[in-house]
């Protein structure tokens, strides 16, 4: 059975401090991991990575993929209150009809 | 870039009663469309997939007689939560995925069974 965790659940910070978030992966067949990030509604799409090794970055928002270690970490420097969401992890994975396993999400308060 | 419509955003029904939630792609055809249901303060979970023209595939304790899953045409596919009930309350999100685009997420419905 696929598996994505995500760590910390939460996390409490202060505007401009910098942010790691974690996800690791165990599953079959692996294509691709996504990040996004949940407000209040559906999630935005943040980071689709597909190769160990190469950052991704979108102004303070980073991430990496190390296929070896089968993880992937988010980075963001000098938060701000609108970071404050659930930041979700999502492996896509499998032959056939690929669908997507999300982790446990990631919590992320950020306080002026 | 690729739209998915969802509605209703947010639906209350009495108990007992069906509920028939739309998720459309807009501007691509989606082989593929997925449904989620959310709990508070949780991720994502899957509760079936579907493909258009066949069966969906439910995820293991998602009961299909109760989520009707229907995926008619390229671009629409309902979930008919049946005899809802208060525990049935939760945010169901759609997600579509064509042959070019990645995964487009509908915008959710709250539904709330009083």
Redesign the interface.
Known sequence: EDKVVQSPLSLVVHEGDTVTLNCSYEVTNFRSLLWYKQEKKAPTFLFMLTSSGIEKKSGRLSSILDKKELSSILNITATQTGDSAIYLCAVEAGNAGNMLTFGGGTRLMVKP | GAVVS?HPSRVICKSGTSVKIECRSLDFQAT?M?W?RQFP??????MA?S?EGSKA?YEQGVEKDKFLINHASLTLSTLTVTSAHPEDSSFY?C?A?GSNY??T????TRLTVV
């Not at chain 2, 303060?41 to 899957?46: A, C, E, G, R, T």
């Open positions: 969802q593929t997925f989620y303060k949780k991720s994502l979970m899957l997939t493909n595939t999100i997600s995925r990645g995964y997420f509908g915008s959710g």
